[in-house]
Every structure is written in C-alpha cells, then in structure tokens.
C-alpha cells in the first residue's frame, strides 16, 4: 500500500479521550483501566488509530510557516474542493458554494437545526439502535426522542420499519426527524429504495429531516453510499444534511465540519441561529486541513484507507461469530461493530457487564451498547492497525468468551 496503516503510534499524553481517559469515568462511559500486564487497545471512541492523510498534515504545516492567525475569511477554495468531492464521490447535483456553510462540529448543526425546526416540549423522531448523542441533543434542547425501531431480517440486516415509523409521526404529531446515514451503530448504508420509503414517510407526514451523513466515505466494497437530499426533489428541499473531516480523516479534534442545505428558508434560518450563538467560527487551520483531505491524494488516502477497515472487519465478524450465541453482521458502512451477546449471555449465564468488563480487564477497550439501544450489544471500534484487531481478538478468545 502506498500509505501506513500498520504502525501502532503511541498516543498517551497527546490529550486523547481514547487513551488519556480511561479509568478516568469524566464522561461515564470510559473502560476501567486493565489490569497488570495488559496494554490497553483503544475500541471504544469513533476516531481511529491511523495518522491521517499525509497532505493534510502538509496543508497545516504549509499554513503554519506564516507566523499571523488574525481573524480569517473562508476562500473560494474551501467552496470549490466539496463540491468537488461531493459531486464525484456522492452523486450531488448543482450543488453551489451558497448551499454549504462551516459548522463547528455535527452536534452544534444538530442542536442549531432542532431549535428553529421545533419548540420545547416537541418530539423528535429517531430510529434505535441510535447514536448516543442524538438522544443528548434532543434532550438538552428540552425536545423528547421518540425511538423507532430499526428490525432485523432473515439475514440479520437492519431495516427501517416504515409502518412504525408513520405510527410515531402521526400519533405524536412529530415534525422534525434525526437520520443517520450511513447508519451509526449498525453499520447500514442505506440502498436507494430504502430512502425514497423513508422520504414518502416524512413526506407524508411533513416532517422535516437532519441528516448525519458524517460516515458518508467509509463504506465497504459494493455498498455507494446514496445522500438523502438526491433521493427526490421533495428530499432535497425538506433536509438539512451535514459532513465532516472527523471520520474519514480523523480530524474529530480540529471541529471540521460543514452542512449542505439546497432550501433557502431552511438555510437562512439555520444559519441564522447559529450565527445568533456565535459559537460558529471556523478556525483557519481547519479551513487548509480540508484543502489537504479534499485532493486527489485524500481520496487515494480514503480508499486504501476503506480497503483496510474491511479486511480488519471481515477478520473480527467471522472470528466473533465463530463463538455460539454471539451474533454481529459485518457493517456496509462506518468501522464499527454493533455485537449481539444475548445468545452467548442465555448460553453461558454471563451478563453482558460481565463481558463488557472482561475485555476491559485485559485492554479491550470496547464500548457498552446499552446505551445505544442495542440490550445485550457491546460496540466495537476496528479502526486500529491489524495487528492490534488480532491482538483484541486472541484476547477475547483466551480469557473472555470462555466456556
């Protein structure tokens, strides 16, 4: 390969919640320190093991040899390298510099658009397994998730249950929806009849949707990941989407995240109350970080970079799945994994605690489901170098799920 996916950097000291915190419980979700003799591996926070892209790093460095960082403008350039990428890699039509704005991470967009979209008290649909933070979002802004649940089929593959999902609109009169695509913690990039249901639903329903397409690069071979505002033109006109650098590149510290929104209302509005806040100002190291990801170099990066989460991914699926009552579908999209212990936990009389913090012991630092939504889930991050996905798993293997 032409880029380094296999040193094992050590990060201790570098401020990383993935190293740096754990033991620490700040957060409450943080793995307990392992036990003598074990290393920790981090599996746990949704940033990866891997130095980014070289060119972004050479985009910095290049803006750091001019020693003045006084108050910035955005340049034409920033414009011209998303729509670039988005229209080549995504498939987004007459997308313009106008439509895009700067959002200083996915949380603060999420948060903006909630507020102008609905009123305190309101509802907000989302599907479950969900994201953590959505829930957060939607209730710190004194809003009330509502969960549809995503189901699983013959093939184990979570579906969208569009029945439920009018049930809930309808019966609690919601207006505004949160929607993950690629889909975060199943792993589910979405198939293009898929989300034109999903679109006659809200549609139907008037409801307005936030769309979270921050894992929009990593996907696995055969799975395109379609963006919900090209699904129709109603889609388009009724969704606000956002992006970001954090996940393809792993540049979740430098806040680098953007939204496309094609309908002027909705824009307006959104942009205005995030410039009302005044928390939305992007920092001119961010702006060159992208230049540097959004090249033809990045997009070598991003695709080495896909090739080597699969095959990190294909290994731990079939070795997990190996074990009776342990049940995990190998993801489309994103790199992590969304694990079923309940068959395992009935087999073995073992609580999912009980595993959770046996892989913690021996510096598996995976990460609770519960949360998530998933009841006997345990989410795993394979965005380490293989070597480490081997290690985890000859861990797990040796003193973990253990008859």
Request: hydrophobic letters at 35%.
């Amino acid at each position: 390969m032409k880029f380094d996916f296999t040193s094992v950097i050590d990060r201790t000291g570098q401020d990383s919640i993935a190293i740096d915190s754990v033991g620490v419980k700040r957060l409450g979700s943080e793995p307990d320190r392992p036990r003598e003799g074990f290393d920790f591996i981090p599996m746990w926070v949704a940033d990866m093991s891997f130095a980014t892209c070289p060119t972004v790093v050479e985009a910095i460095r290049k803006r750091l040899d001019h020693p003045l960082f006084g108050y910035s403008r955005t340049r034409q350039e920033y414009y011209d390298r998303i729509i670039q990428w988005q229209t080549s890699r995504h498939g987004h039509e007459g997308l313009k510099a106008e439509y895009i704005g700067y959002e200083n991470g996915m949380h603060g967009f999420i948060t903006s658009a909630i507020q102008i979209l609905s009123q305190p008290g309101d509802k907000v649909l989302v599907h479950r397994p969900t994201y953590v933070g959505f829930s957060m979002d939607i209730q710190q802004q004194g809003r009330v998730p509502v969960y549809s649940e995503l189901v699983q089929d013959e093939q184990g593959i979570y579906r969208m249950d569009y029945e439920d999902m009018d049930a809930k609109l309808k019966e609690n009169k919601i207006h505004v929806a949160i929607f993950c695509s690629p889909h975060n913690p199943t792993g589910r990039v979405w198939e293009r009849w898929e989300l034109e249901k999903a679109m006659e639903v809200f549609e139907k329903n008037e409801c307005y949707v936030i769309s979270d397409e921050i894992w929009s690069d990593i996907l696995m071979s055969g799975h395109p990941h379609i963006p919900t505002q090209q699904v129709n033109e109603w889609a388009k006109q009724h969704t606000a989407a956002a992006y970001a650098l954090s996940k393809t590149f792993n540049l979740a510290g430098m806040s680098a995240s953007y939204h496309v929104i094609y309908n002027p209302y909705l824009r307006d509005r959104i942009c205005a109350y995030s410039a009302h806040t005044s928390y939305n100002y992007q920092s001119v190291l961010t702006m060159h970080a992208l230049l540097g990801a959004y090249s033809e170099t990045g997009c070598e990066w991003v695709e080495e970079l896909n090739q080597v989460l699969e095959q990190n991914c294909r290994y731990m699926v079939e070795k997990l799945n190996s074990v009776e009552g342990v049940r995990v579908q190998m993801p489309e999209g994103t790199y992590m994994l969304f694990v079923d212990f309940t068959g395992y936990c009935a087999r073995t009389g073992k609580t999912q605690q009980d595993i959770l913090k046996a892989g913690w012991a021996v510096g598996v630092g995976w990460q609770n489901g519960v949360s998530f939504g998933g009841p006997c889930h345990i989410r795993m991050n394979l965005a380490v170098p293989f070597s480490l996905v081997r290690e985890a798993w000859r861990r797990l293997k040796t003193y973990v799920l253990t008859e």
